[in-house]
């Protein structure tokens, strides 16, 4: 007759006990193991802003910054402007361009920025030309002809390329036209402003 041993409570509570033990060093293990793995990976980035500058030049050589209405450049008519007459036509050649810090192309509306005295019986139109000069040769027509001075109409828009880095852009040639009209009053005189709004085409 075999005997039956019954099992020790305690001794059965030990053993498990020490698998659970067992199990939560496995389970420590495990998440040391893990993480060993983790890396991480880093980007980083450098930001600056864009130049963009627009000068003009009444010679198509030298070029500069005319900022505001009081620093307009003053156009060269090709006959003595202040001494017109019905029917008499005088014209001025200006230019603009982009400088050489410029990295954007820009998109120009002409404007016009204002008056002063007496500029009645006067209209204009504004061309650009192939080169600099207005006998340079018509491209084509910004303002048309017989635009009263003082005001623009909607074809005064024009773009402007940026050179490649350290390089102007390329002017873009222009011709302002004046006639004076058989309403013109004797010894009238006043002066006109033109604005040249650029705006970067980012």
């Known amino acids: 007759m075999s005997v039956h041993e019954t099992p020790d409570p305690s001794r059965r509570s030990r053993k498990i006990r020490a698998v659970l033990a067992g199990g939560l060093v496995l389970g420590v293990g495990a998440a040391i193991t893990l993480a060993a793995w983790n890396d991480s990976e880093f980007a980083t980035g450098e930001f600056s ?5 627009l000068e003009g030049s009444v010679d198509g050589t030298a070029y500069d910054e005319h900022a505001s209405e009081a620093a307009a450049a003053p156009l060269s008519f090709s006959v003595d402007a202040s001494n017109l007459s019905p029917g008499d036509s005088v014209s001025a050649s200006f ?8 990295t954007y ?6 404007d016009q920025a204002g008056t002063s ?5 006067l209209t204009y139109e504004l061309t650009t030309t192939d080169g600099f000069g207005c006998d ?7 303002v048309d002809a017989g635009t009263a001075v003082g005001s623009t109409d909607a074809n005064g828009a024009f773009d402007l390329v940026s050179g490649a880095e350290g390089v102007d852009g390329a002017p873009v040639n222009l011709c302002f036209t004046v006639t004076a009209g058989d309403d013109l009053v004797q010894g009238q005189s006043g002066t006109a ?6 705006e970067s085409q980012a």
């Open 105 to 110: 192309d820009a998109g120009v509306i002409v």
């Open 193 to 198: 402003t033109w604005e040249f709004l650029a």
């Open 117 to 121: 005295g007496t500029v009645s019986g």
């Open 95 to 102: 230019a603009v361009r982009l400088d050489e810090a410029t």
């Open 49 to 53: 802003a864009g130049a963009f500058n």
């Open 136 to 142: 340079s040769g018509t491209a084509s027509s910004l």
